[in-house]
T-cell receptor
């Protein structure tokens, strides 16, 4: 199956700092999503981004499908940004399910 | 409904008992997914439904696990003769698209603890 690797596995930052989270995948994809899992376990959709760049407030994401990676940018971090960030991909040609990476655990210190 | 609804939110059971977990997807979503998340781990795919049929059951860990979906809506995941290693959060997601996964929306999960 497709391999999804996220880096770094853990990140601790001071409030106000910026960060970049990376997702590498091993095969061509037609679907890529970024999720934030908050401390209560709820998975929140951040971006549906199989290609290109999107921005939503302090968050933005870029997927370069031809080079098999995606980046999630968080600017001016807040303590509410803490949690685990997951990248999930669907392999092209009819796989029809999302395969999740192992996540990046982000901790924002006040 | 407005979002994906799962019940129960928490279930504590004794080893060897059967449990049923329920998922009510977003209205109009044809695709429904079950995932499992063990403590501190990523999400493990279990099964996928398109309408009432399950094209991909490849993630079910053993024959003690089964799932069904009726009326193209509600799905039930059943675990028979539960074992301690079944303890996890079981997450359900739905999506509008057919033919590929589309954008998935998750429920809040059912936390299962097997004593």
């Amino acid at each position: 199956g497709i391999q999804v690797e996220q880096s770094p596995p853990d990140l601790i930052l001071q409030e106000g700092a910026n960060s970049t989270l990376r997702c590498n995948f091993s095969d061509s994809v037609n679907n890529l999503q970024w999720f934030h899992q908050n401390p209560w376990g709820q998975l929140i959709n951040l971006f549906y981004i199989p290609s290109g760049t999107k921005q939503n407030g302090r968050l933005s994401a870029t997927t370069v499908a031809t080079e098999r990676y995606s980046l999630l940018y968080i600017s001016s971090s807040q303590t509410t940004d803490s949690g685990v960030y997951f990248c999930a991909v669907e392999r092209s040609f009819g796989n029809e399910k999302l395969t999740f990476g192992t996540g990046t655990r982000l901790t924002i210190i006040p | 409904g407005a979002g994906v609804s799962q019940s129960p939110s928490n279930k504590v059971t004794e080893k060897g008992k059967d449990v049923e977990l329920r998922c009510d997807p977003i209205s109009g979503h044809t695709a429904l997914y079950w995932y499992r998340q063990s403590l501190g781990q990523g999400l493990e795919f279990l099964i996928y439904f398109q309408g009432n049929s399950a094209p991909d059951k490849s993630g079910l860990p053993s024959d003690r696990f089964s799932a069904e979906r009726t009326g193209g809506s509600v799905s039930t995941l059943t675990i028979q003769r539960t074992q301690q290693e079944d303890s996890a959060v079981y997450l359900c997601a739905s999506s509008l698209a057919g033919g590929h996964a589309g954008e998935l929306f998750f429920g809040e999960g059912s936390r299962l603890t097997v004593l």
